[in-house]
């Protein structure tokens, strides 16, 4: 039988002292991983903006290492589904429904359980594997506006998975601050490559985002007709 400690004995300080001390010892270690992959994000938006020849390399990278960015980080748990007479089979289940990433960039880390999925431009859904020491790099709606089309963002999803482990995964959304204006680099727009997206804020497109289901097309509301 298990025994409580009694509220205000010295059990309890005890307690109490080794769950906080455990309790900072996480935050730590998640301040420290964010910081990381911030650093990461912006080292890959810079050679992305490199690519592109732009002159000013940071032009993305400094929206996310502003002070009131609105990135966010966030730890998702997939249990391990058994078969049941009376439910679809696991492959077919999903766990986290088709999407694309409403922010810049997202920096995903997994364990080595499957079910992650990547859609093509002609809807086929093909499985990403990864170690739980690689990092999947998934494209955002705003960082396609801001290069005015020239990155897709990509639409994923999660499978249920017949292991019974669960799937574990961590992400960091780089995003924007809230009232930052977001529309297309003007060096990546010309008589050839026409502007196909409006102005917005971060706060308008996210509160459009999320006011819709989960797999509507989003970034399809802010596009504009065929002009400069």
């Known amino acids: 039988m298990c025994r409580y400690p009694k509220i205000g004995g010295t059990s309890t300080l005890v307690f109490i002292h080794i769950l906080k001390n455990l ?3 996480v935050r730590c270690a998640v301040d420290d991983y964010i910081q990381a992959v911030k650093e990461l994000t912006c ?28 990135s ?17 089979k696991p492959d077919q289940r999903i766990g986290f429904g088709e999407h694309s990433d409403p922010q810049i960039f997202t920096i995903l880390r997994s364990n080595d ?26 494209v955002g709606d705003v960082l396609e506006v801001l290069t005015n089309g020239r990155f897709k963002s990509v639409r994923h999803r999660v499978m249920a998975n017949k292991s019974n482990r669960s799937r574990m995964s ?8 809230l009232n ?11 008589p050839g490559n026409l502007r196909l997206y409006k102005s917005f804020t971060w706060n308008e497109y996210k509160k459009a985002a999320y006011s819709l289901r989960l797999g509507d097309q989003r ?10």
């Open 72 to 88: 966010c980080f966030r730890v998702n748990h997939y249990p391990g589904v058994k078969p049941e007479s009376n439910q679809p």
């Open 43 to 70: 080292e890959l938006l810079e050679i992305l903006a490199l690519g592109l020849s732009l002159p000013d390399t940071s032009v993305i990278s400094r929206l996310i290492q502003d002070v009131d960015s609105d």
């Open 219 to 228: 970034i399809d509301l802010f596009k504009c007709q065929s002009t400069l």
């Open 170 to 177: 961590m992400m960091y959304f780089a995003a924007p601050s």
């Open 180 to 190: 930052e204006w977001i529309s297309p680099i003007p060096q990546l727009i010309s």
């Open 113 to 138: 359980v499957p079910g992650l999925q990547i859609s093509t431009v002609d809807g086929l859904w093909i499985p990403v594997t990864t170690e739980p020491t690689d990092f999947c790099v998934f």
């Open 23 to 25: 309790l900072e010892n």
